[in-house]
């Protein structure tokens, strides 16, 4: 069966759901296809000790604050899940699950999402489908060598798989700093990055990233000079169990190594440390093979946009994969603005 809407959102992660919020508001007629069998996104994914790097006020979609975590003033994933679970609730968002879109096709004056529960055709489409889903590793020499344990952020889950053994963490960003911290009591922990860790200043978290970014955006919309990106802070919040490690002296950072051996890693001196497992906190790319049948892909595995609109098909919006979709669209707070555009470009689009 083969349902028509004005507009498709692929994804039911807190991207989709913002979008999902203002299409509501515009009155729009919008179905959001999520692939997971639960609410929640990528938030259900996560390791057991993640903390959010900003208070729970300042982690909130458009319309409802997040409330605070009792006990937490970083909340925790599974209070992330219990949120966006009301919030999708509270504004009756209709979300579809489990569905996977397979393909996104032109069909004259539609789009036509492809997916394992059906065809929709739409007459725009919102792609709101995360980054979790496309775990990057880089191509590190004698990768395939090691007979250990090998396991990029996402499927990690906690110190107890590791207890007593030597395991490497590869990343300086927030993700390897909170594994790096989470193994370092109970592990022989290696902690590598590529360059010298840089850390927020501790009084610094979230907040003022948000408030950076909307001093960027402002001066850029104003044609003032560019203020810089977030990154020119640092790279690392100092969430409080990062601290804590990092003030005891367990995270002691190592430059990256040349190789992986057959036991564990080689540096360029010929330096070697053995280890169990090797965790690569090494990023992310943006899942977007939804989107191949549009032939849109351009530099760095993305899609050309104007804000969230892509440059190649006005019908088509991305949003919440990162700056190059919005500034600061991959966070909760700061998904809600650009997800307004897209409803308001949507709705000019369609005549409404
Ligand atoms: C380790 C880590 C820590 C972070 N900490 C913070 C933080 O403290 N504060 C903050 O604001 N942000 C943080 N972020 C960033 C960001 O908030 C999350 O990455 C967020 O999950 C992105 O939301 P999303 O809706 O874009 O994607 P997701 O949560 O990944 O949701 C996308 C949804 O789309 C579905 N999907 C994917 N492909 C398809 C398909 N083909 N068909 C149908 N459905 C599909 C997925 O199953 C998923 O449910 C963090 C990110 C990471 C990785």
């Given at each position: 069966m083969t349902r028509a809407v004005d507009v498709v959102v692929i994804g039911g992660g807190q991207a989709g759901l913002a979008a999902g919020y203002h299409l509501r508001r515009l009155g729009l007629d919008f179905v959001i296809l999520d692939a997971q069998a639960t609410p929640g996104g990528a938030w259900q994914h996560t390791w057991d000790s993640l903390r959010l790097f900003s208070p729970a006020a300042y982690s909130s979609l458009p319309g409802r604050l997040m409330p605070p975590q009792p006990g937490e003033t970083y909340p925790e994933a599974a209070h992330v899940v219990s949120y966006l679970t009301d919030y999708e609730q509270r504004y009756e968002l209709p979300v579809a699950r489990p569905v996977r879109v397979g393909g996104v096709h032109r069909d004259g004056e539609f789009l036509r999402v492809e997916a394992d529960a059906g065809t929709w055709r739409a007459r725009t489409v919102i792609s709101a489908t995360g980054t979790w889903w496309r775990p990057f590793v880089p191509a590190v020499p004698g990768r395939t060598e090691f007979k250990g344990a090998q396991l990029h952020t996402v499927e990690y889950r906690g110190p107890a798989d590791f207890a007593g053994q030597p395991v490497i963490v590869v990343g300086?960003?927030?993700?390897?700093?909170?594994?790096?911290?989470?193994?370092?009591?109970?592990?022989?922990?290696?902690?590598?990055?590529?360059?010298?860790?840089?850390?927020?200043?501790?009084?610094?978290?979230?907040?003022?990233?948000?408030?950076?970014?909307?001093?960027?955006?402002?001066?850029?919309?104003?044609?003032?000079?560019?203020?810089?990106?977030?990154?020119?802070?640092?790279?690392?919040?100092?969430?409080?169990?990062?601290?804590?490690?990092?003030?005891?002296?367990?995270?002691?950072?190592?430059?990256?190594?040349?190789?992986?051996?057959?036991?564990?890693?080689?540096?360029?001196?010929?330096?070697?440390?053995?280890?169990?497992?090797?965790?690569?906190?090494?990023?992310?790319?943006?899942?977007?093979?939804?989107?191949?049948?549009?032939?849109?892909?351009?530099?760095?595995?993305?899609?050309?946009?104007?804000?969230?609109?892509?440059?190649?098909?006005?019908?088509?919006?991305?949003?919440?994969?990162?700056?190059?979709?919005?500034?600061?669209?991959?966070?909760?707070?700061?998904?809600?603005?650009?997800?307004?555009?897209?409803?308001?470009?949507?709705?000019?689009?369609?005549?409404?």
């Open positions: 300086g960003g927030n993700s390897g700093a909170q594994i790096a911290a989470d193994l370092a009591y109970d592990t022989e922990l290696s902690w590598v990055t590529l360059r010298e860790p840089r850390y927020l200043a501790d009084e610094i978290d979230g907040r003022a990233l948000f408030d950076h970014a909307t001093a960027r955006r402002r001066a850029l919309d104003e044609g003032r000079t560019d203020t810089g990106g977030v990154a020119s802070l640092g790279d690392i919040v100092a969430v409080p169990p990062v601290r804590a490690a990092r003030d005891a002296g367990l995270l002691k950072p190592m430059p990256m190594f040349a190789r992986v051996t057959a036991t564990g890693v080689e540096w360029a001196d010929g330096t070697t440390a053995d280890a169990a497992a090797i965790i690569w906190c090494t990023g992310f790319r943006p899942a977007l093979s939804h989107l191949a049948p549009l032939g849109l892909r351009g530099p760095r595995g993305h899609i050309p946009t104007t804000g969230t609109q892509a440059l190649g098909e006005p019908r088509l919006h991305l949003l919440g994969y990162g700056d190059w979709t919005g500034l600061a669209s991959a966070t909760l707070i700061g998904v809600g603005r650009p997800a307004r555009e897209a409803a308001r470009q949507i709705a000019g689009l369609l005549g409404r």
